[in-house]
């Protein structure tokens, strides 16, 4: 079974430039995550979407990070201006329903602002 | 609120047992999992242990629960060099709709030869 897929693994841009990350879930699985995660910290949720609806976006910086899933399997994450701050791993992950018990990774998208 | 803590650092010498620890916050967590992050990887499932369960064993791999002191541990049997990483824990609770999850700062475990 294919695992979570991320692209691209590595970026580096300039402040106020912008960023997109795409994800592409486990097959079949109805709930996407993207979570941040910073240099020597635990991943933090920005963003989770069940099927192509969101259901929790509290901690996503609206002013300049967007995401979307329109057709409810792969999604985009969007930073738009980027800040120095917003350098970090960017995490991508399925489970096939909210709650569920098993929560998949994908290999990150690691962004690096200059 | 949630909230995970755990040690930062690790050391062990190969062969040995590995015990990172965890404490949570909130009583009503429903799963409690261990992740291993390698360098420039991203995060794998490990285990994971429901609530109502206080030990799991999975191979080389122990989790033990103590619900009353909301505190979590992974006993790693036999560590190897390969086992280095950083081992995070992480839970999902009850009230928690979106089954979110809320991790630890990570532990980083090195295995010396």
Not at chain 2, 48 to 63: A, E, G, H
Not at chain 2, 68 to 75: A, F, I, N, P, T
Request: hydrophobic share 35%.
């Amino acid at each position: 079974e294919a695992g979570v897929a991320q692209s691209p693994r590595y970026k580096i841009i300039e402040k106020r430039q912008s960023v997109a990350f795409w994800c592409n879930p486990i097959s079949g699985h109805a709930t996407l995550y993207w979570y941040q995660q910073i240099l020597g910290q635990g991943p933090k949720l920005l963003i989770q979407f069940q099927n192509n609806g969101v259901v929790d976006d509290s901690q996503l910086p609206k002013d300049r990070f967007s995401a979307e899933r329109l057709k409810g399997v792969d999604s985009t994450l969007k930073i738009q201006p980027a800040k120095l701050e917003d350098s970090a791993v960017y995490l991508c992950a399925s489970s096939f329903n909210r709650g569920g018990n098993t929560i998949y990774f994908g290999e990150g998208s690691w962004l690096t602002v200059v | 609120g949630e909230d995970v803590e755990q040690s930062l650092f690790l050391s062990v010498r190969e062969g040995d047992s590995s015990v990172i620890n965890c404490t949570y916050t909130d009583s009503s967590s429903t799963y409690l999992y261990w992740y291993k992050q390698e360098p420039g990887a991203g995060l794998q499932l490990l285990t994971y242990i429901f609530s109502n369960m206080d030990m799991k064993q999975d191979q080389r791999l122990t989790v033990l629960l103590n619900k009353k002191d909301k505190h979590l541990s992974l006993r790693i049997a036999d560590t190897q060099t390969g086992d280095s990483a950083i081992y995070f824990c992480a839970e999902v609770s009850a009230g928690n709709q979106g089954g979110k999850l809320i991790f630890g700062q990570g532990t980083e475990l090195s295995v010396k030869p």
